[in-house]
C-alpha cells in the first residue's frame, strides 16, 4: 500500500500564494507519476498538474503560468507551488500517483485525503 499525505492548504486573498506537499510512503518499488487533482463545490475533479517520472510535466489551461509542480524522488514529495491564486481557485486538492509496490506486478492509482484551498477576500 502506498499513503499520501497532503498539507500546505488554507485561506489566502486574491493575488497570494501557497505551497501544497504530498508524501508519499509505504512499500513503494516505483512511482510512474504524481499529480494534482482539485474539486470545487457542485463540480467534477479535476487535473491540475502531472510530472511524470522522467520529469515532464503538464497543466491545466487555468493555472498554466500560476502554477508549478515540482518532485523530490529521493522523498517521494510532490509540490504545488500556486501563485497569483483566483476566488475560482478554491476548491479540495488532492494529491494522486500511480505507482508499483513491492507486492504487486501492476501500478495503481493512489489518493490523498485532500486539503482544502480558499481564495477570498
Known amino acids: 500500500q502506498v499513503q499520501l499525505v497532503e498539507s500546505g492548504g488554507g485561506l489566502v486573498k486574491p493575488g497570494g500564494s501557497l505551497r501544497l506537499s504530498c508524501a508519499a510512503s509505504?512499500?513503494?518499488?516505483?512511482?510512474?507519476?504524481m499529480a494534482w487533482y482539485r474539486q470545487a463545490p457542485g463540480k467534477e475533479r479535476e487535473l491540475v498538474a502531472v510530472?511524470?517520472?522522467?520529469?515532464?510535466?503538464n497543466y491545466a489551461d487555468s493555472v498554466k503560468g500560476r502554477f508549478t509542480i515540482s518532485r523530490d524522488n529521493a522523498k517521494n514529495t510532490v509540490y504545488l507551488q500556486m501563485n497569483s491564486l483566483k476566488p475560482e481557485d478554491t476548491a479540495v486538492y488532492y494529491c494522486?500517483?500511480?505507482?508499483?509496490?513491492?507486492?504487486?506486478?501492476?501500478?495503481?492509482?493512489?489518493w490523498g485525503q485532500g486539503t482544502q484551498v480558499t481564495v477570498s477576500s
Open positions: 494522486n500517483t500511480r505507482a508499483m509496490t513491492i507486492a504487486t506486478i501492476t501500478p495503481n492509482d493512489y
Open positions: 510530472i511524470i517520472s522522467g520529469g515532464n510535466t
Open positions: 509505504g512499500s513503494i518499488y516505483r512511482i510512474n507519476y
